[in-house]
């Protein structure tokens, strides 16, 4: 009578079961009468072909897109004043990953940023980044500029899209600069599911040299204000832009293990990509992914 057993390849990342996807080789292959057969697992980072996702979101990487916005007049409008914010009660309509962790919630900035944390620094100076000094901290700075929605123009936000792929859009509208009234900000911040990557568009920036020295913060974040990723030239220094896309896509390196079960005695037989066995058997491909690994 043959002995019919399932095998496993599981990838252990250093954070959770969801980190990239295991391809495992032969899918299925049976060995009776004393034969062996030879194993093997490949891990294909997620984000590659044949494996949706993100690489983990520890690193970005930052390039350049084609301007292109969703409409800055749909959504859902906050009321925010000079140098407010939400608050971490705006719903993302589905789950994002940012260095590492993963939300639902968002609070949005009068000041043109989005943040993953509740009760961020009111300030209205730009600093250069990483700072956890007086500054919004888990954000995204889209850029960071003193801007005032209480005097004009209108703060929206709207999720778009179906699932998996779905994107939420965060839109300051001919908002205008603090104390150059007469010049308007439009921008968009858009975060998508699934990849996880994070994408600036600014219709119009111009600078109002006489208030906080005219200066602006573009980039990301991270909770403790310990690492971020900036736009080259744009780290609390002047620049102006209009029509522009800038894009940041997870960029960091997996960390796993590969370990090998008999199922369904959770039986560990080994570690590592291959392995050979020497029972009637057949193998399944197992998908795993993960925030950060």
Request: with cysteine; proline share 7%; charged share 10%.
């Amino acid at each position: 009578m043959k002995n019919l057993l399932l095998l496993v390849a599981l990838c252990i990342s250093t954070y959770s079961l969801k980190a990239q996807a295991i391809d495992a080789e032969p899918e299925v292959s049976t060995v009776c009468g004393g034969g062996s057969a030879s194993l093997t697992a490949t891990v294909i980072p997620a984000g590659s072909p044949g494996a949706p996702g993100s690489l983990p979101t520890t690193d970005y990487a930052i390039s350049s897109v084609p301007f292109s916005t969703d409409p800055f007049t749909s959504g859902t409008a906050v009321a925010l004043t000079d140098d407010s914010q939400t608050g971490l009660v705006i719903p993302i309509g589905f789950t994002f990953c940012y260095f590492g962790t993963e939300y639902t919630v968002a609070n949005i900035g009068s000041n043109n940023w989005l943040s993953f944390s509740a009760a961020q620094s009111t300030t209205y100076t730009p600093q250069a980044i990483p700072s956890a000094t007086n500054f919004p901290v888990n954000a995204i700075l889209g850029p960071f500029q003193d801007i005032n929605p209480g005097a004009g123009g209108t703060v929206r936000y709207a999720t778009y899209g179906t699932a998996p792929f779905r994107r939420f859009v965060v839109s300051w509208n001919n908002v205008p600069m603090f104390s150059c009234t007469g010049q308007l900000y439009s921008s968009q911040i858009i975060i998508y599911e699934t990849t996880n990557i994070i994408e600036t568009h600014i219709a119009n920036k111009s600078v109002c040299p006489g208030w906080v020295g005219g200066r602006a913060t573009h980039g990301l974040q991270n909770t403790t204000g310990t690492v971020a990723i900036a736009v080259p030239g744009r780290n609390n220094t002047q620049w102006t832009a209009s029509n522009e896309g800038t894009r940041f896509t997870p960029n960091g390196v997996a960390t796993y293990t590969i370990n090998w079960y008999i199922l369904p005695a959770n039986t560990l037989i080994g570690t590592g990509p291959s392995i050979t066995v020497n029972t009637c058997n057949f193998t399944s491909v197992l998908l795993c992914r993960s925030c950060r690994t």
